[in-house]
């Protein structure tokens, strides 16, 4: 009797609590998923393409410039520049690209075609009706200003005179950028043989790079940056002026020394996901069978209010056990999803879903 006198009142459960709880829990989801696939479309498709982009360098093996001597900066040579490849198959790697005003460490991977499947993997792609590198005409390559790693997201931050410099197998090209226009997609010139002078024979070998504009939404319009060719060089003497700098001892070195991060050796986040689900039943059921479900007991002895109905507090309290036990387990079902949608329902999203498969330029591969 004395245990009933001092019991706490049941709070009655309000209606409107409730649905004004659910829709704020609703929104609030929403709003989550939509900043989850932001980060998915800037982030975690370019940690994918770095991922591949990495994978193709190392099949193909080519030699260091240094190739395990002291590295030397590569003299100009006179003469036509060799072409290299003379040809190629599509999505074949062909190149390997710096742009020093991108930052030290950019470097992406330049590969035959210019199709989403490519661009969106591969890193920079080359038109496969313009010129090679080092010939007379146009070299024009395509590549992402945003999303899969955004290669050519900073084309705007270009100055004349920045070195754009392509790495075949063998050789440097090594050109300067000049300038930009912007055009409308079926301007084609900008990638025909003479930009400079569409109704001529081109004298000059130049570079044509092409991107979305603008960068964050729908692109309506092409960003067509150009350069022109300064020298070339071999890999076996060296590299370029345009990528060296020197220690305190005045050795020559590399400024890009690539380091493969620890989000792009992830190869499909589905492990994850299925991890994330065996962690939480093995703390589910240890718990269940420790503490079994204390939160419900205090509800049901009257010891807790009467909750409203809501969605995520209606989760948390039937996790068994003590409270950091159930807010583990909620994280572990939290983490599981975000990881779930990062590999299965953003990608079905951006391929399915007509405005997101215009904004994202999402082709599944």
């Given at each position: 009797?004395?245990?009933?006198q001092?019991?706490?009142p049941?709070r009655?459960?309000?209606?409107?609590?409730?649905?004004?709880?659910?829709?704020?829990?609703?929104?609030?989801?929403f709003?989550?998923?939509?900043?989850?696939?932001?980060?998915?479309?800037?982030?975690?498709?370019?940690v994918?393409s770095?991922?591949?982009q990495?994978?193709?360098?190392?099949?193909?093996?080519?030699?260091?410039?240094n190739?395990?001597?002291?590295?030397?900066?590569?003299?100009?040579q006179?003469?036509e520049?060799?072409?290299?490849?003379?040809e190629?198959?599509?999505?074949?790697?062909?190149?390997r690209?710096y742009?020093p005003?991108?930052?030290d460490?950019?470097?992406?991977?330049?590969?035959?075609g210019?199709d989403?499947?490519?661009?969106?993997?591969?890193?920079?792609g080359?038109?496969?009706d313009?010129?090679?590198?080092?010939?007379?005409?146009?070299?024009a390559?395509?590549?992402h200003r945003n999303?899969?790693?955004q290669?050519?997201?900073?084309?705007?931050?270009?100055?004349?005179?920045?070195?754009?410099?392509?790495?075949?197998?063998?050789?440097?090209?090594?050109?300067?950028?000049?300038?930009?226009?912007i055009?409308t997609?079926?301007?084609?010139?900008?990638?025909?043989p003479?930009p400079?002078?569409?109704d001529?024979q081109?004298t000059k070998?130049l570079?044509?790079?092409?991107?979305c504009?603008?960068?964050?939404?729908?692109?309506?319009?092409r960003?067509?940056?150009f350069?022109?060719?300064a020298?070339w060089?071999?890999?076996?003497?060296?590299?370029?002026?345009?990528?060296?700098?020197?220690?305190?001892?005045?050795a020559?070195?590399?400024?890009n020394n690539?380091?493969?991060?620890?989000?792009?050796?992830?190869?499909?986040l589905?492990?994850w996901v299925w991890g994330?689900?065996?962690?939480?039943?093995?703390?589910?059921?240890?718990?269940?069978?420790?503490?079994?479900?204390?939160?419900l007991?205090?509800?049901?002895?009257?010891?807790?209010?009467l909750?409203d109905?809501?969605?995520?507090?209606?989760?948390?309290?039937?996790?068994?056990g003590?409270?950091?036990?159930r807010?583990?387990?909620?994280?572990l079902?939290?983490?599981?999803a975000?990881?779930a949608?990062?590999q299965?329902?953003?990608?079905w999203?951006a391929?399915?879903i007509?405005?997101?498969?215009?904004?994202?330029?999402?082709?599944?591969v």
């Amino acid at each position: 009797m004395a245990h009933s006198q001092h019991a706490a009142p049941r709070r009655t459960r309000s209606v409107g609590r409730s649905i004004v709880t659910i829709v704020a829990e609703l929104l609030l989801t929403f709003a989550a998923i939509c900043g989850l696939y932001v980060a998915w479309m800037q982030w975690w498709t370019g940690v994918q393409s770095d991922h591949v982009q990495q994978e193709t360098r190392a099949q193909v093996a080519w030699v260091q410039p240094n190739d395990g001597g002291t590295l030397k900066i590569a003299q100009p040579q006179d003469g036509e520049p060799p072409v290299q490849p003379k040809e190629a198959l599509t999505g074949e790697l062909i190149a390997r690209v710096y742009i020093p005003r991108f930052g030290d460490q950019w470097e992406r991977n330049l590969v035959q075609g210019t199709d989403l499947a490519e661009l969106n993997q591969h890193g920079l792609g080359h038109y496969v009706d313009s010129q090679m590198a080092g010939q007379v005409g146009n070299f024009a390559i395509a590549g992402h200003r945003n999303g899969y790693g955004q290669p050519l997201g900073d084309v705007d931050k270009l100055e004349k005179g920045d070195a754009i410099v392509i790495r075949s197998k063998d050789y440097w090209y090594v050109y300067h950028y000049t300038n930009y226009t912007i055009v409308t997609p079926d301007e084609g010139w900008v990638i025909g043989p003479n930009p400079e002078h569409p109704d001529e024979q081109p004298t000059k070998r130049l570079i044509t790079m092409t991107t979305c504009e603008p960068k964050y939404t729908a692109p309506t319009h092409r960003w067509a940056s150009f350069g022109e060719f300064a020298y070339w060089a071999r890999v076996s003497d060296g590299i370029p002026k345009e990528l060296a700098k020197t220690d305190a001892n005045g050795a020559v070195e590399f400024i890009n020394n690539e380091r493969q991060s620890f989000a792009s050796s992830i190869t499909s986040l589905a492990p994850w996901v299925w991890g994330a689900l065996i962690v939480y039943a093995v703390v589910f059921l240890a718990a269940a069978v420790a503490w079994r479900w204390p939160a419900l007991r205090a509800i049901h002895e009257g010891s807790r209010p009467l909750p409203d109905v809501d969605i995520y507090g209606w989760l948390l309290r039937h996790q068994p056990g003590a409270a950091p036990i159930r807010w583990l387990l909620m994280l572990l079902l939290v983490f599981a999803a975000a990881a779930a949608l990062f590999q299965w329902g953003f990608p079905w999203a951006a391929a399915n879903i007509p405005f997101l498969q215009q904004m994202s330029n999402y082709v599944a591969v």
